[in-house]
């Protein structure tokens, strides 16, 4: 069974920085391009980062340069480095695999998210 963990998330103030991470489980992490969606109120879920077997990563344009994505293939965990976080960075931050070459989830299965909110 398909299962996504999310962590690490929480209340910061504009500028900061929090880590996330994603503990997956029910297929084969290594062989599957690895992603982070976020989904802000009344808004739809959104691709923001994702990256590779090979570790080439693609990032939303608003969070270029200040998030980075990162995998560890030994304990099925993707990682999203957030920094100088901005209000418009609030959302509920889930994790999933992506299908094939496209930015389509791979799973229906969605974990609980992590919830990010930036407030001063």
């Known amino acids: 069974q398909v299962q996504f963990v999310e962590s690490g998330g929480g209340l910061v103030r504009p500028g900061e920085s929090l880590k996330l991470s994603c503990v997956a489980s029910?297929?084969?992490?290594?062989?599957?391009?690895m992603a982070w969606f976020r989904q802000a109120p009344g808004k739809e879920r959104l691709l923001v980062a994702d990256i590779m077997t090979g570790g080439l990563t693609q990032y939303l344009d608003s969070v270029k340069g200040r998030f980075t994505i990162s995998r560890d293939d030994a304990r099925n965990t993707v990682f999203l480095q957030m920094s100088n976080l901005r209000p418009a960075d609030t959302a509920v931050y889930y994790c999933?695999?992506?299908?094939?070459?496209?930015?389509?989830?791979?799973?229906?299965?969605w974990g609980q998210g992590t919830q990010v909110t930036i407030s001063s």
């Open positions: 029910g297929f084969p992490f290594n062989l599957y391009t």
């Open positions: 999933n695999a992506l299908f094939g070459a496209t930015s389509d989830p791979a799973f229906d299965q």
